[in-house]
């Protein structure tokens, strides 16, 4: 018989027998969308949980990222990553702007502040960059160089819901954060996102942005979009909120298992945790390199002849898809770092309910290369 499927990741439900009641309860009120009673309690209990002051909730995890780019009237050109969900880039094309994109750091994969600066120009005005797998980007370097020239900085967080770094959220860093709760992630609504921003005004703005620029019932102030989440997925939200915990905490089993597993092996990279980070383990990445004696791809292959479905993200670059290749920054001499990543990632299956059978498999098969 051939073996389950063990796909890359999997959904964190909640119990269906404590949905239905709260299915009911939305019937009961006759009230779907439009910052409901569960959108408002959902927004109170996700700011509270990660640590933040304003947080307006989406229906997806792209949308705050380009709405906040409108929120802060962002022109010209943005810095940010080529190793990222294709998302990132988009929000910025999405807003009439030009990226402009910076090679990573090998040991994180995030933007290497070091090469931030050369990136600048007249035209430049805000830096988008990802907390990628959930490591947290060198918030401070990054802000010193946005003071010197003046730039805002958005963070895409999409990875990093519910990392900390000594105790203090990595979402107040920068200006903005957005968070994606899509059914892939360590935490879902099915699909939603979040916008976190450090103040009552802004955070105004941004609910009048995805509610079509409405700021009262014959008021609209500009020309906002229509980014609400509803209130069914509000209720799951706050059902799944209550064992995320739980869940990342199984999720870092499967991280020491694998740790523990490949870390004599040559050839496997693998991310470590950081001193003081309240990591999520939202990913877990190996990074393949010659002395492993299989290529990356074949690996991938392998893999699949178990039934085992690794990701390589982010392998292709955002940077070689057909509407970025053409920009300079876009040119492969200017990325070496991530180009290698790239070549090298494979994400391993990691979700709260991998059991210790589910990690066997995909150990053995990476261990006996066979
Ligand atoms: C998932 C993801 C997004 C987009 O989120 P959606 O909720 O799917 O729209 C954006 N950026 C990154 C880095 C992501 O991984």
């Known amino acids: 018989m051939q073996n389950k499927e063990i796909t890359v990741t999997s959904p964190l439900f909640p119990s269906l027998d404590d949905f239905i009641p709260m299915l009911k309860d939305i019937w009961d009120r006759k009230w779907l969308t439009n910052n409901g009673h569960y959108h408002k309690e959902l927004e109170k209990a996700l700011a509270e949980y990660l640590g933040v002051e304003y947080l307006s909730l989406f229906t ?122 899509h059914a892939t992630k360590v935490y879902n609504t099915i699909e939603g996102g979040a916008l976190v921003c450090h103040d009552a005004a802004t955070k105004k703005r941004i609910d009048y942005l995805k ?98 479905y690794g990701r390589r993200y982010f392998y292709p670059l955002i940077s070689t898809f057909s509407a970025y290749k053409g920009l300079e920054s876009a040119n492969p001499s200017n990325l070496p770092v991530a180009h290698k990543l790239a070549d090298q990632v494979l994400c391993l299956p990691m979700f709260a309910d991998l059991d210790d059978e589910g990690v066997n498999r995909v150990i053995n098969v990476i261990v006996n290369r066979k």
Request: glycine share 8%; aromatic share 10%; hydrophobic share 40%.
């Open 211 to 308: 509610n079509f620029g409405f700021a009262g019932e014959t008021t609209v102030v500009a020309p906002g979009i229509n980014s609400k989440m509803d209130e069914i997925r509000a209720a799951y939200g706050l059902l799944n909120l209550k064992q995320v915990d739980k869940a990342i905490a199984s999720r870092k089993v499967v991280a020491e298992r694998y740790r523990e597993a490949f870390k004599d092996i040559p050839g496997i990279r693998m991310l470590k945790d950081i001193e003081g980070v309240r990591h999520n383990y939202a990913y877990f990445p190996i990074f393949i390199s010659e002395e492993y004696g299989m290529s990356r791809d074949a690996l991938y292959e392998k893999l699949k002849e178990y039934n085992i």
């Open 60 to 181: 997806n995890g792209t949308l705050p990222l380009i709405t906040a780019l409108q929120a802060m009237r962002i022109t010209g050109e943005v810095i940010t990553t080529p190793y990222s969900f294709v998302a990132t880039t988009h929000s910025i094309w999405w807003n009439g702007l030009k990226p402009v994109f910076v090679d990573v750091d090998e040991e994180t994969g995030n933007i290497n502040p070091e090469k931030i600066e050369a990136a600048i120009t007249p035209h430049t005005t805000a830096i988008m960059p990802v907390h990628v797998y959930g490591t947290p980007c060198n918030t401070k370097r990054i802000q010193e160089i946005a003071d010197i020239y003046g730039l805002k900085i958005i963070y895409d967080a999409a990875h990093a819901f519910g990392v900390k770094i000594n105790g203090e959220s990595v979402l107040n860093a920068g200006d903005m954060s957005t968070l994606s709760f």
